[in-house]
């Protein structure tokens, strides 16, 4: 049975960072990797020229939609920029009753 993970993180335009860094690693380790975007950055190698933050409600939207219909093993959680997604992601865990997590945490991408 193949394992799956979910990344619950920024994701990162150039490729190096986020989810985008987190589904590869998943992938070379051959786990199934799901995801919950956080917030949307626009970065390349030199740096962060803008974030937009994602909504607290869709952000649990995303939580619920994954955690309803795919068996993840595990969560890694990554950027959360905002106290109310670091809320929404902490009630999604207690609601899905998550107990392998790794926290990996970013409040601010660079």
Partial sequence: MTAIALTIAGSDSGGGAGIQADLKT???LAVYGTSVVTALTAQNTRGVTAVHDVPAEFVTAQIDAV???I???AVKIGMLSQAPVI???RDGLDRWKVEKVVLDPVMVAT
């Fill in 71 to 73: 068996a993840v093993d």
């Fill in 26 to 28: 998943f992938s070379a």
């Fill in 67 to 69: 955690f309803s219909d």
């Fill in 87 to 89: 809320r929404a992601v």
